[in-house]
């Protein structure tokens, strides 16, 4: 028995200095030690022992045990930190690799335009109003006093959804919308897509954006018109920009006006981004008309306001010197980083 004891010990010991994994140790470990192991098969045999033989092999059974289990505790732990510095040598970071680099958008020129135009016009006590894109044939001709007749309400210049659906073709309609809802003092500005039935080429494209300018309150007159926009043209164009009003046409208000500002490229002497003239165009404008007011349910009589429209496009162009309004809607990077 004590020679079986003694194999046992040896073969255990060979298994367990040879295995390569934690699955060969605990495999082994059963094999020896476990409830059905060999150690324990033969120690079911001592009942056969004489008392004095007994405690003799009692013993060195014990330290077969024990020299078993200490090799095990050994081994497994020699396999732990073994698998943990593979781990370790997989896992590791080549340091000096290029890293991927992230590609950070930026806001489009138009965006940039357009925070600015806000900033100007929230800084004189406007709030901002938004509208429908598609719009009624009612909101965008009829209740802003176009005539039945006009002719930006002809398909070759307004697209149709159908007979009283159109996508907008300005901003103003908004303010339909905002007298309808509000009641005065009403100061809005409200920015948007409209729709153009244009064949694209360095000044037109059949989208566009409008921000639109709105007033009414008791007592408004020309003069506030003048300062308001002379203010936002200084703001956003620069302090030494001139403003000239120049009489003009819109179904919606009365009198009406184009703004012009000075060429900020040649302050006036005249050079080819001014056509010569030192003026460039920016915006048209007026008092709302009385007819527009009353469709609203506002009594021309008891108020008055003003109102105004701008290309964003337009005058994102003027700011950044763009020379073609087709490059805005490209979505080439290597244009749009240089804002
Ligand atoms: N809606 C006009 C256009 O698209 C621009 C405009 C002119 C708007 C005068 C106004 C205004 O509010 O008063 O050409």
Not at 10 to 16: H, P, V, Y
Request: hydrophobic share 35%.
């Amino acid at each position: 028995m004590e020679n079986k004891l003694r194999t046992l010990k040896e073969n255990a010991e060979l298994e367990i200095t040879s295995a390569d994994s934690m699955e060969v140790l605990e495999k082994a470990r059963v094999k020896y030690l476990g409830k059905k192991g060999e150690l324990t098969e033969i120690l079911r045999g001592m009942g056969s022992l004489s008392s004095e033989e007994r405690p003799i092999i009692g013993k060195v059974a014990n330290e077969v045990r024990e020299a078993i289990e200490t090799l095990l505790e050994e081994a497994k732990s020699t396999m732990k930190s073994k698998v943990l510095q593979q781990q370790l040598k997989k896992e590791t970071i080549d340091i000096t690799m290029p890293g991927k680099k992230e590609k950070i958008g930026k806001k489009h020129p138009l965006t940039q335009g357009l925070d600015e135009l806000k900033n100007i016009f929230i800084g004189m006590g406007f709030k901002i109003a938004e509208g429908p894109e598609v719009e009624t044939v009612y909101y965008n001709f009829d209740a802003l006093n176009a005539a039945p007749n006009h002719p930006s309400r002809d398909m070759t210049d307004t697209f149709y959804i159908n007979e009283e659906l159109i996508l907008r073709t300005q901003t103003s309609p908004v303010q339909v919308r905002v007298m309808e809802k509000m009641k005065p003092p009403i100061r809005i500005i409200s920015p948007g897509r409209c729709f153009r039935n244009d064949t694209p080429d360095a000044t037109h494209t059949p989208m566009f954006h409008q921000l639109e300018g709105l007033v009414i309150d008791k007592g408004i007159t020309l003069g506030d018109l003048k300062g308001t926009l002379e203010v936002f043209a200084k703001t956003f164009l620069g302090s030494h920009t001139e403003v000239k009003f120049r009489p003009h046409h819109f179904p919606f208000t009365e009198p009406s006006a184009e703004v012009d500002a000075s060429c900020f490229k040649c302050e006036g002497d005249g050079c080819n981004f001014c056509k010569g003239s030192g003026w460039i165009e920016l915006l048209g404008c007026g008092m709302v008309h009385p007819n527009v007011l009353r469709n609203c349910g506002i009594d021309p009589e008891e108020y008055s306001g003003f109102a105004f429209g701008m290309g964003i496009d337009r005058l994102v162009m003027l700011k950044y010197g763009i020379d073609d309004i087709r490059l805005l809607f490209e979505n080439d990077m290597r244009f749009l980083n240089q804002f």
